[in-house]
């Protein structure tokens, strides 16, 4: 069992950064592939990025590359994903979600289904 809490989220300008951390329990996060979701109001949850076990490999959705970089640290058990170049069409709820899948494919990574534990959200307001 993983629990996860983000942290980091906010209000913030167009133009403007923000970093978001996401803290998990227990003593085998190095064993979770990572990811990052969002959901704005009305649509459903998207991907945004995924990291590999040991941070050699990620992904990212079109829409955040070159804007967006996730990292972790398996010492401190945190996730991070360092938003810049914010856009109003960022705003949404960040989800942090831990995935036990083997292999670290992008077409399973990048769907929802690859995660087995999830954390509750933390709100990113990007205003124009």
């Given at each position: 069992?993983?629990?996860?809490?983000?942290?980091?989220?906010g209000l913030?300008?167009?133009?403007?950064s923000?970093?978001?951390s996401?803290a998990?329990s227990?003593?085998?996060?190095?064993?979770?592939?990572?990811?990052?979701?969002?959901?704005?109001?009305?649509?459903?949850?998207?991907?945004v990025?995924?990291i590999?076990?040991?941070?050699g490999?990620?992904y990212?959705?079109?829409?955040?590359k070159g804007?967006?970089?996730?990292?972790?640290d398996?010492?401190?058990?945190?996730?991070?994903?360092q938003?810049?170049?914010?856009?109003?069409?960022?705003?949404?709820?960040?989800?942090?979600?831990?995935?036990?899948?083997?292999?670290?494919?992008?077409?399973?990574?990048?769907?929802?289904?690859a995660?087995?534990?999830?954390?509750q959200?933390t709100?990113?307001?990007?205003?124009?």
């Open positions: 069992q993983v629990q996860l809490v983000e942290s980091g989220g913030v300008q167009a133009g403007g923000l970093r978001l996401c998990a227990g003593r085998t996060f190095s064993s979770y592939a990572m990811g990052w979701f969002r959901q704005a109001p009305g649509k459903e949850r998207e991907f990025a995924a590999s076990w040991g941070g490999s990620t990212y959705a079109d829409s955040v804007r967006f970089t996730i990292t972790r398996n010492a401190k058990n945190t996730v991070y994903l938003m810049n170049s914010l856009k109003p069409e960022d705003t949404a709820v960040y989800y942090c979600a831990a995935s036990k899948r083997p292999g670290f494919a992008a077409n399973q990574q990048m769907g929802a289904p995660y087995d534990y999830w954390g959200g709100q990113v307001t990007v205003s124009s």
